[in-house]
């Protein structure tokens, strides 16, 4: 199964992933052709070109497209847009299904398996902070669901770094951070923001990014294989920060 990933939420990321069964059961996954840059604001300028190249790689183009998967966020609109509509237009042009996995929920994951691998605590709660911009994060709590995705214990909430605390024990009591709750901070809010780390028990932030391209990848298997259907309908969670000018009143 051949599949392309890319998220824009941040900076730009892309990766054509070849997911095939192993003799365990499980996928193995190989990624034959990725790119990515780091610029926040050149999401249209970098796209297409960099989708023509992962595209081009011989590996690649010997055999087509499964399905793509594009980040949902949240993130700042008009990035957020460009990489969804990209994913929109290879899965028509291609005749594949285009399938959403929010931002959030991949630093989550990135940040479990960075935390698994070094400490090996059980059922850590993770704080996702990325950044929404206008000094504010988008942040919500997370837990390990197998190997390969996560659980929202939370709604996300876009508020200041200094609210974040209140936001999240409002709806999941005991897990606000002050109490212990929270393991590791995680995300590009944390890396703007380092008091968020003071949250955690450990006061400590990993995973200082948006996503990434191949664990969106395992993340969309997982809840493909449960049968769950993955919306491609964007978090924008406020207004985007262009808005059209609305008609003059007339002067009598």
């Known amino acids: 199964m051949r599949i392309l990933s890319i998220d824009s939420s ?14 365990a059961g499980a996928r193995a996954l190989q990624v034959l052709s990725q790119d990515e840059q780091a610029d926040t604001r050149r999401h249209a300028e970098s796209l297409g070109q960099m989708l023509s190249e992962a595209l081009s790689v011989p590996e690649v183009a010997e055999r087509p497209l499964d399905a793509v998967v ?6 700042p609109f008009t990035g957020l847009r460009a990489g969804l509509v990209t994913a929109g237009v290879v899965g028509r042009t ?32 993770v704080l996702v902070a990325t950044d ?53 901070v995680a995300g590009s809010g944390a890396v703007l ?23 969106q990848v395992r993340i969309a298997l ?5 049968g769950e259907e993955l ?3 964007p978090l924008y969670l406020r207004h985007a920060d262009v808005q059209m000018p609305t008609a003059r009143k007339r002067v009598r």
């Open 10 to 23: 941040l900076g730009t990321q892309l990766a054509v992933v070849d997911a095939a069964p192993s003799a």
């Open 70 to 75: 594009a980040a949902t966020g949240p993130a």
């Open 94 to 125: 291609r005749g594949v299904p285009v399938h959403g996995v929010s931002s959030l929920d991949v630093v989550a994951r990135r940040a479990l398996d960075e935390l698994g691998a070094h400490e090996g605590r059980e059922d850590p709660v």
């Open 132 to 184: 929404a911009r206008r000094r504010e994060v988008y942040a919500a709590l997370f837990r390990a669901n197998g190997p390969d995705d996560v659980t929202r214990l939370t709604e996300i909430s876009v508020c200041p770094p200094a609210q974040v605390a209140q936001r999240l024990a409002e709806q999941a009591p005991g897990q606000d951070g002050e109490g212990g709750g929270v393991d590791v």
């Open 193 to 215: 923001y380092p008091e968020l780390a003071e949250m955690s028990s450990c006061h400590e932030a990993l995973a200082p990014v948006s996503g990434d391209a191949l664990t």
């Open 222 to 226: 997982a809840r493909l294989e449960r």
């Open 231 to 233: 919306s491609t309908q």
